[in-house]
């Protein structure tokens, strides 16, 4: 016979421990348990039967499982926080006898130092698995970088996290492995791929935090700790890769002048020299000599701009020094991977990596100079203009340190980034704004030079801050006139969201999404409603008042769908006329749209009309009304109702068939497919409800012109 | 009384010395005295006076004592033990005295003399009784050596009782630890001291052991000592003995255990102090000394010498927090554990998060309502779409730190579960493609142009070396370029009129042997290089080789099957020709288009499309001996070749590809790509992959494990495709040049996994061959290492893509 089994032995009783029992177990305080956790990565976890795990008890615990409990007890770690303990304990002795010195003197000498690098290695044994769980740590650290400091958050751990985080931008200006990034209204979000690990993060806008009282900033500075650890780390692999020095030499007093980004001075180490020179030239500010400045810069300027590109033509000369007779052709091939087209149909496509690489982010912004005006977020601009290859970002100087030029009149500035109401001519007292600048001009005449608030250099593109954005993530320069200043801006759209079936894609044209019907039975639904609508017509209004106050064009269908690239500078008239053609052909469209609708709509059931009309008669009897009104107050009606009906019968015969469907299989199938078709019929239902809204504000707008 | 206590008194004193020396001390005395040197002997009074004096003191002491014995013997005190004890001594000493009383007088004598060697003779000389008459009877003889000195023989000393010898034991065995049952077989039970046997002691009869048995002895034990091999006796006191050492207790008798304590120094305090001295003053006055001691420690604590704590370990000036080495340096990828649940990653955001999203995306105002009535905790979104007509009019977000925190908490604190999705994403079927570095290297742009040629070049190839680039065309020559530099090295022409069709390489880098073929003609060439004159010559040699073997085979090959027509003639090319290099030509029935050659060198195939029964010929370089496989071939042979690792050959038809095994002579497979002509192919240096060219712009991949359909059908070129091939110097690449004037490149990975199949990606055209009569490049090849490609073209220039 075999040995009787002893319950809570074995199995879920043994595998899982209670958060106190693992505490005991330990033998530290709940906080440094706490810290413990967070450092070494363990979390709770759900036993499959709490009662089992709980050993027959039932309140709700967590659990950890007891492997990672037995685990952290080799921690060495344990062992500096029970000397912290003991030295805690020693100062509050010696400062009980009034013995401050001794106290300090402890502190001082006696504080066990720790640091989490076997942490690191040990939760992170290989660097792509660092990467991959660089999202948290990014957002965490560029929150810290943005707080003021407080008791609780020491302006050291301030000062590590920007630092931290400015030289991980550097990394991803040098590499252009910055992909997409989004304006929210919670903050700026990036994206980065390194070593094809997809790293996203969130940039708080610059804004004082509001921090609740129901923040714990302990719990939030051990995983900074953590994170700054990591990060470190994870940017000396980064430089390396590259062959850059880490840490970078970083210039205190730039920073003090708010040089940010460009208080930092990449090196390398010995082979890339030539591209350090390359990075340097943005890095250098014309705080010196201004007007000498200007001049060579641009020069230097204009030869970079017109070097091909020195990368590429270093590889190649070190690929094939001997006699080399490039045909013209040869000067058009890249390294790059060319699109190959099918030219029949029965052929396989292969995929092909598509704008993955880095040069291509790389050539972006690369012959744009930009200007950033004063009211612009300079930061996420000048990381993100660089990252993309701009070369020459400059600011006004107010902005902080690191500038290209100072002088906004520089003639090489090709776009000026605006970000306020233009002005009409009249409002703007001319004659009192142009001595003023002149005076300007004369207090600091070398060294920098501001224009007047409505004045417009010719020749130069004027446009809003998120036309950079929508630039970096459709890939290419996008028409300037769509984001001038003042003009309502197209909708910003999240690049992260994927087309895919029944998804809402405000994108596209809603005819393209629509289901068949639907746009007839919401105008039925509409025509039924109208009536009881006309008391709400105040409400209506307001909303329709709000849309006024912003206007909206659908013009980014064009823009969107446009192949070709427009040139940076080119004229606005030309792209406005385009836009006005284009808008005509999609009326064209529309109507034509119209007509596909109508045959379907003649397709009628005769036999349903019939029963139909003899209910009607039916209830105009009952009612006491002649059978002609109805007749007559129906007929425009009948149409869409019949289409209606159609629609219903078929969704109907549909139902039907899936119920048939469901009853053959068995019960847990069919919970799973309840499940699955729950998820998807919400998903639609989403859909469906913002396309209703668009056609609404379609319609609306229509209404509005008409 | 005095007797008895002389006699004590003599065994005191003999006790002291071993009689064994006693007795040979007297011997040695009486007969080495003479020997000896007379100041010895004096130096040996000397020392035996002290001694006498000292062992009389002992005497005397000794007698002390006896007397207070006998005073306590004769005072009658009733201690029986004592009394008993004495009392069998003095028993065993009449005994003694009785049996020899003379014995022990002389014993005493002879003790004395071995103290005083000259008065002991001189006693023994006055004390003559018969016994010592009988003992001073010489015991040796006295016999001669070999030297002829006289030599005397003792006798055995037999230790009786005048031996006084009574402690020693009688007979011990001096065998050892080894059991006795070894001396079974013999009369005796070992050796006693002297090395004389000790005998086996008679075993009683049955009798007397059943006599025995009945009635016991005092003492019996019933065991046998081994050492003597006599049943084992034990008295009652030995009993005893042994019975307290099984109790564990003290087998003495009257042994206390626990005396009582005898302090030495006594815990009562004297009332009376010992010494009267007063209480010194060092006592009570603090030491200068030590006082000294510590003034220097405290001087040099002063002046800084000494550091009152151990200072904080200098740190290094650098920043702690700045990391300055690789923690991944010898990185090792760790399996994660069963049980690990990764953090879930925070989903990207949607439109509506947008600060300017489209206008659907705003909530009306039921939905706001609802949104602000539902918990905070319920809500779907903790945040509501607001629109910004300008990036200006944004405001800070409220709930950051908030929702960081809330992250934070929610890592640390929740319990992770992994929950199987039942909505999968398609997109996550699909293939994971391999990053644009892997891909890397592939050629990209033309690098060097060889011109030379008047019309077409037909076809190329790059030596096993991958130095030099041979290439034939319409003009009927064969030209050697330097590859690197473009430079023609040779060139020779066959003939005026038959363009060159193919040229093919020999593999291997011993030899340096080209194949060409024009019009019916196959030549085989060692086109001579600079500086490698063992090459060349190895190359002539090879091609030499079956010279020889025609001529002795020859007249027995004739005689057999092969008697109506030769496959091919095998001859010299003649004068002019063989100065250039060429060394073979061999005429086969019609004209060649493509050669291959094995991978060993030693045979190649040449396929004529117009041969009908002779289309496939298969060429014995070592023989000079051609082969027709074929009898019969069902449509237009098209290319044939070897496969790389295998006895495998693969014949391509306008529609199929046939592989034929050459050990069993059978067919294998036939493959159909569904392209219409075929125009080449290839086999990938794996042997498993296959890539086929068609005229009707079709490139094949075709994987022989999985079907003999293909497994790609790639159709890029917008004109026929003329010729495909794999690098087979490890390089995942294939190139195929096409008449539209281009070459297109494509990566081709094949895992050796079954389960995975081959990825394939597109990587690029390479265009620069200008399109003459419909024709563009004609032909491809690989450099045999690097990711070079070159092609010949129909406008008569060869191009090098690196």
Known sequence: MARIKKKGQAGQAKNFITRTQAVRKLQISLPDFRRLCIFKGIYPREPRNKKKAAKGSTPSTTFYYTRDIQYLLHEPLLRKFREHKALGKKISKALGRGEVKDAARLEKTQTPRMTLDHIIKERYPTFVDALRDLDDALSMLFLFANLPSTATVPPKTIALCQRLCLEFEHYLITTHALRKSFLSIKGIYYQATIQGQDILWLVPYKFVQRVTGDVDFRIMGTFVEFYTTLLGFVNFRLYNSIGLLYPPKFDAESDERGGELSAFTLEGRGLEEPQKAIEDVPMTNGTAEAPATSTTAQDLADKLATLPQPEDAEAAEAADPPAITPTPADDLTTEAIDTFEPTADDADILPQPLFNSSAEAASLFANTT?????????????FLLKAFGCKRVAWDPVLGDGSYTADESDPSITHQIVDRPPLSQSGVPAAAAQPEATEAEVADAPKSRTLPPGHRVPGRVYVQPQWVWDCVNQGRLLRPDLYAPGATLPPHLSPWVKAGKGVYDPAKPLEEQEEEDEAEAAAEDEDEVEGADEGAVDNEGEESEEEEAAPRRRTENPLLDRPEEVEAGEGMDVAAAETSDEEDEDEE???????DDEPAAEDLDEAEAERLRHQRELEAEAAGVPLAAIANSSAPKSKAAEARQKADRRRKEQDEELERGMMMMSRK???????????????????????????KLEKGKGGGVA | MSQLNGSRKRKLVTRALPDVRDDSDELGDALLGGILSQSDDGEEFDDSDDEEEDGEEEDEGSEDEMDGEEELESDEIPSEYGEEDIREQIRNLKTADVESPKGANGRLVKVNGAELPQAATGALGETNTQDDIEDLKPNYTVTTDANGNPRYLYQEIEPGYESDDSDAPATVNTIGEIPLSFYDSYPHIGYDINGKKIMRPAKGEALDALLDSIEVPQGWTGLTDPATGKPLELSREELEVLKKLTRNEVPEEGYDPYPDMVEYFTSKTEIMPLSAAPEPKRRFVPSKHEAKRVMKIVKAIKEGRIKPYRPPEETEDEDPKVKRYDLWADEAPRPDHVMHVPAPKLPPPVHDESYHPPPEYLPDKAERAAWENTDEEDRDREYLSRDHDALRKVPGYDKF??????????????????????????????PKLPSPDELRPFPTACSVVFRGHE??????????????????????TVRLWQLRTGRQNWSVKFSGDEAVNVVRWRPGTEAFILAAASGENIFLVSPPIAGKPDVER?????????????????????NGPAKKEAAAKWTRPGPQLEEKGVLVKITVRSTVKVINWHRRGEYFSTVSPQGQSSAIAIHTLSKHLTQLPFRRLKGLAQSAQFHPSKPIFFVATQRTIRSYDLARRELLKILQPGAKWISSFDIHPGGDNLIVGSYDRRLLWHDLDLSTRPYKTLRYHKKAIRAVRFHQGGLPLFADASDDGSLQIFHGKVVGDLMENATIVPLKVLRGHQVRKELGVLDVDWHPKQPWCVSAGADGTCRLWQ
């Open chain 2, 401 to 430: 730190v908030k929702e960081k925190f809330e992250r934070c908490l929610d890592l640390y604190l929740a319990p992770r579960v992994r929950r199987s999705k039942l909505n999968i994403d398609p997109e996550s079927l699909l």
């Open chain 1, 669 to 695: 199938k069919r919970k799973l497919f309840e499940k699955m078709r729950y998820g998807n019929e919400k998903k639609e239902d989403e859909a469906k409800r913002l396309r209703a809204k668009r056609r």
């Open chain 2, 538 to 558: 190895s190359s002539r040699d090879v091609l030499d080789a079956g010279w020889g073997y025609a001529a002795t085979n020859g007249a027995s090959a004739t």
């Open chain 1, 370 to 382: 930009v200007w950033l005006s004063r009211e612009t977020p300079r930061q996420p601009l000048e």
């Open chain 2, 455 to 476: 019309g077409r070049v037909r076809s190329l190839a790059i030596d096993p070396s991958g130095e030099y680039l041979a290439t034939g065309g319409d003009d009927g």
């Open chain 1, 589 to 595: 469209e529309e109507e034509w749209g119209g007509l």
